[in-house]
């Protein structure tokens, strides 16, 4: 980690589950992190609770990535204050609890596609388009995917809907992404991480019970896979990593 000290770091959804614990963790290790969500309280909460070194080099910003204004804001706010982003974590998600057939759903469909796949688009325009004006070779982007995003499991009590379809977006969005960091002779990195069932914020109260049935890996196991990612030697890319908790039954 260390060509990765005093640089910044941007992790979106950072005001709970896996955000927060990569906040968390790039701090620690000597990363300024900027923390976009767009519950500020939380943010702000997520700061306190930091020693005071690495509550110092932690950001809060509020920030809805589904809407590209803000985005745009965000990161531009990022490049004139702290000198512009050089690793971006893409956790920023949402999931809604309808199949793609009920009625009166277009709200709550159109939801999950702006945050899961056109809030990462956006995202990852912007640092890249930040790395260019910079002239910094090797910034690295990471997209925290899902299983959801390689399979369509069949689970009792959870609806996929347009989540799945979301995920296999993104899966498709890395190697997209890929090809265009090469063709653009920049040695930026692209990593996709997709965990199975996580222990998060994402489970809401009707999901108690079935969440309690199911083996889960913890916020802080995602993380640190994005730090072993993010340490590779500069000609190692990691373009796909998988993980399950022992015992997941899909």
Same mark, same amino acid.
């Given at each position: 980690?260390?060509?990765?000290?005093?640089?910044?770091?941007?992790?979106?959804?950072?005001?709970?589950?896996?955000?927060?614990?990569?906040?968390?963790?790039?701090?620690?290790?000597?990363?300024?992190?900027?923390?976009l969500?767009?519950r500020?309280?939380r943010?702000?909460?997520?700061?306190s609770?930091?020693?005071?070194?690495?509550?110092?080099?932690?950001?809060?910003?509020?920030?809805?990535v589904?809407?590209?204004?803000?985005?745009?804001?965000?990161?531009?706010?990022?490049?004139?204050?702290?000198?512009?982003?050089?690793?971006?974590?893409?956790?920023?998600?949402?999931?809604?609890? @309808?199949? *793609?057939? !009920?009625?009166?759903?277009? #709200?709550?469909?159109?939801?999950?596609?702006?945050?899961?796949?056109?809030? &990462? $688009?956006?995202?990852?325009?912007?640092?890249?388009?930040?790395?260019?004006?910079r002239?910094?070779?090797?910034?690295?982007?990471?997209?925290?995917?899902?299983?959801?995003?390689?399979?369509?499991?069949?689970?009792?009590?959870?609806?996929?809907?347009?989540?799945?379809?979301?995920?296999?977006?993104?899966?498709?969005?890395?190697?997209?992404?890929?090809?265009?960091?090469?063709?653009?002779?920049?040695?930026?990195?692209?990593?996709?991480?997709?965990?199975?069932?996580?222990? @998060?914020? *994402?489970? !809401?109260?009707?999901?108690? #019970?079935?969440?309690?049935?199911?083996?889960?890996?913890?916020?802080?196991? &995602? $993380?640190?896979?994005?730090?072993?990612?993010?340490?590779?030697?500069?000609?190692?890319?990691?373009?796909?990593?998988?993980?399950?908790?022992?015992?997941?039954?899909?």
């Open positions: 980690m260390n060509r990765w000290l005093n640089r910044v770091a941007v992790v979106t959804g950072a005001s709970s589950g896996i955000g927060a614990a990569c906040c968390k963790d790039l701090v620690s290790k000597g990363m300024i992190v900027v923390g969500a767009r500020e309280h943010l702000q909460e997520l700061k609770s930091l020693p005071d070194d690495q509550g110092a080099r932690f950001h809060g910003r509020q920030c809805d589904s809407v590209e204004q803000q985005v745009i804001d965000a990161f531009a706010w990022i490049e004139q204050t702290l000198g512009g982003a050089d690793v971006l974590i893409n956790n920023a998600g949402i999931v809604r609890r @309808t199949n *793609i057939t !009920d009625e009166g759903n277009s #709200e709550a469909l159109r939801a999950i596609l702006d945050t899961n796949v056109l809030g &990462v $688009a956006w995202c990852t325009r912007e640092v890249f388009l930040s790395l260019q004006r002239k910094v070779n090797d910034g690295h982007v990471v997209l925290i995917n899902s299983l959801a995003g390689h399979i369509v499991p069949m689970v009792a009590g959870i609806e996929f809907n347009m989540y799945a379809p979301s995920k296999h977006a993104i899966t498709a969005l890395t190697e997209v992404l890929r090809q265009e960091f090469r063709k653009k002779g920049t040695n930026a990195k692209i990593t996709s991480i997709s965990p199975g069932v996580v222990d @998060t914020e *994402i489970f !809401d109260k009707n999901s108690a #019970e079935l969440a309690k049935s199911m083996p889960m890996l913890r916020a802080e196991d &995602v $993380a640190d896979a994005v730090t072993y990612c993010i340490q590779t030697p500069p000609y190692v890319q990691i373009h796909e990593l998988t993980i399950k908790p022992v015992g997941e039954r899909f």
